[in-house]
Structures are given as C-alpha cells and as structure tokens.
C-alpha cells in the first residue's frame, strides 16, 4: 500500500523549508541514518526548486507503506495548508531507501554525490520514473490498526 501527502512548497515555502517538513515528517524516534537526510538538502531542494516532484513523487519504501511526497507550487501551494498530517510509521525507523525525481543530466552528478553523503538517497530520470499505482490513500483515508483489539 502507498500513502501519499502532499506538501505546499514554492511560493509558500523555500525549497529549503520544503525539504524540513519532508525530513520532519519522516523522521522520529528510532530513524535510522536520519543525519543522511540533512547532508542531502542541497541535492534535494535543487530538484525542489526545478519543480520535478509535482508530477513525480519523491518515494520512501522501507518500514511500514510505501510513502510518496508530491510537493505543490505556485497557485497549488498558495491555494494549500501549511499543515502536513502526520504519518501512523516512522519509514526511517529501520532499512529505508528514497528516491526522487530530477532532469536526466543531473542524475550522475546527484547521484554521485549523495552515494558520498546520504546513500539511501538516490535519484532517477524525471522521466522515467514509474507510473503511480492505484493503491495509494489519502492522509484523510489512511488507516491505524489496534492489534490488540484483533486478539
């Protein structure tokens, strides 16, 4: 399953900004490696600022559901909350990877460098990234299971 949030980015906020409440939401007690993600921000608020993950998301697969971030400019920003519903998971809570979208010629230079800095990030032709499935829910249609309840 995939969860999907989507984030007010430029004009709301910075690239920079943007990035922060990515890391944020991701992130908490038990993330694994989460210094990697703030040794990636310029790589990752560089493909923010080109605007690529309003039509491709940028992924976290690891622990829990698939999680895909689109990020929302200009009027779509404006138009947007600035509150981003939490996630029920940490997807950084154990093995994780990202990936993110960005322009093709960029793809080794980013890559190389966040193979250096954050190795679980890595980035993929805008364009041939994968279509999004059918199986992705909402923040308002998203799901908290009580295994005790299920005895």
Not at 110 to 115: A, E, I, Q, S, Y
């Amino acid at each position: 399953m995939k969860v999907r949030r989507d984030i007010a980015s430029i004009p709301k906020r910075s690239a920079a900004d943007t990035w922060r409440e990515i890391v944020k939401l991701i992130t908490g007690s038990g993330s694994v490696d989460a210094a990697s993600l703030t040794a990636a921000a310029s790589v990752m608020e560089s493909l923010i600022t080109d605007e690529h993950p309003a039509r491709v998301p940028i992924v976290v697969k690891g622990v829990g559901s698939r999680l895909v971030i689109y990020c929302l400019f200009g009027e779509d920003a404006m138009d947007a909350e600035m509150d981003i519903p939490k996630l029920n998971w940490n997807p950084t809570a154990g093995n994780w990877a990202m990936s993110a979208p960005t322009d093709a010629v960029d793809v080794a230079w980013m890559n190389k460098t966040l193979k250096e800095r954050a190795p679980r990030i890595a980035v993929h032709d805008v364009n041939a990234a994968p279509a999004e499935d059918e199986d992705t829910v909402t923040a308002s249609q998203e799901l908290t299971i009580d295994w005790g309840a299920l005895g």
